[in-house]
């Protein structure tokens, strides 16, 4: 069964850091797109950063640049976000997603992705 598990959410004051993992079972993580989202209380959902299959392309929201890295290790069919200097904006549900039919691409548009994990929560508050 094709499953996403997103880890290592949490509180965490302003400024802090933190890095979300996305790991897959059941499939071959190499071969999807990942796409990062969240989804703050009473807001639309929105894009945070996606990273294509091989790893060579990324791409943020405006938002996140310079403030978040996403990456990859295929090897262990796990793909990250690093999270730095943390706001209280940030605070959202984050969710990982993948697609297959993105090849050496990714985007930030939410339906594009087939499969969805269930999301970990991050709290920015001091």
């Known amino acids: 069964q094709l499953q996403l598990v997103e880890s290592g959410g949490g509180l965490v004051q302003p400024g802090g850091s933190l890095r979300l993992s996305c790991a897959a079972s059941?499939?071959?993580?190499?071969?999807?797109?990942i796409g990062w989202f969240r989804q703050a209380p009473g807001k639309e959902p929105e894009g945070v950063s996606c990273i294509s299959n091989g790893g060579d392309i990324t791409d943020y929201a405006d938002s996140m640049k310079g403030r978040f890295t996403v990456s990859r290790d295929n090897a262990k069919n796990t793909v990250y976000l690093q999270m730095n200097s943390l706001k209280p904006e940030d605070t959202a549900d984050y969710y990982c997603?993948?697609?297959?039919?993105?090849?050496?691409?990714?985007?930030?548009?939410?339906?594009?992705?087939?499969?969805w994990g269930q999301g970990t929560q991050v709290t920015v508050s001091s």
């Open positions: 059941g499939f071959t993580l190499g071969y999807y797109a």
């Open positions: 997603a993948a697609d297959q039919r993105l090849v050496r691409n990714c985007v930030l548009t939410s339906g594009e992705y087939d499969y």
